[in-house]
């Protein structure tokens, strides 16, 4: 994995999390800046360039100016640093009322621009995955999220792409719409969460133990009706590596408090929308 265009000085970095890998190196969980887009840019490449032709929409590629503007709105990049090679990273999004791109395409809106989080370009290296990097990634951007005193957690994932919507379903997120990728017409989840109902309710959440129905990963015509009734996808089944979705109902998804803020109203709207 050593690679000298992924070598990361991290002076400059704020720290937020550490760990050790399989060959028992230590790992760093950091704050990139826009000293570090040339690492960015170059796992970016070694990640685009594994992914075989069906898997090339997996990822969003994102551009040199992208990341400058990124960092220069103070939105953080999230980096995994290990012998000193960035070995991970994942793009976090704060929408503002200047700047309210989300970025989750036609995804209807849950809140207000100020409110909502969006996780993106989450890579890692070859060489690094199936050691919970992703999860650890995901768990930072969470504790972000809570900091920044915003309210809801939003990402995008294709279909297909298991390793990806597993993570996020596994951190407590939702299944609760999908739309076509413009670049080849595949399937994407939208997925959602409300930072409150992660704090409160996460294993009420995902592992509720009679879902409403079990759906393959493949039957993706049987996951977008489940998803135009209201149900919401809440937990997943390895099956053998043939993987189930499961989904229930969004009313059994209730929040702890019955005095339900206005954000959180505003979430369950969604949910009616979603179904509409
Ligand atoms: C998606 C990606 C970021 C995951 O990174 P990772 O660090 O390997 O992920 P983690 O180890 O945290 O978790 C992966 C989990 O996916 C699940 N999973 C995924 N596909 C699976 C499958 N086919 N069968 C069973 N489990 C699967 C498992 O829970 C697995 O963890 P486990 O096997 O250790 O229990 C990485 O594979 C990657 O960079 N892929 C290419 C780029 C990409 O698709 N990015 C996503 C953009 S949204």
Redesign the pocket.
Known sequence: MSHRDLEIDTTSCVHVDSGTLRNEQPYDVVHLNSAHIPPILKLQEI?ESS?PDSQKT??FPKTRSFFQTHFEKTNPVIGVISNGTLI?QSIIRYPTAERPDTGMGEMRPVDTPNKVSVIQG???HPDA???????TMTKSWIDLVKQADRTHLLA??TAD????W??FL?SGMHIVSMEADPRDKSAVYNMHTNVEQITHNFNQLTGLESPDKIIPMQDIHSIESALGDGLIGHAWD?NG?K?LVHFSHGDKFALPSTELRAEEKSSLNFFKLARG
Do not use: E, Y
């Open positions: 990640v992914l997996f990822i991970a989450m890579l890692v995955r199936g050691q919970k990097i992703a999860h995008k994932a792409n298991s390793s990806s597993a993570v596994d390895r590596g993987p």
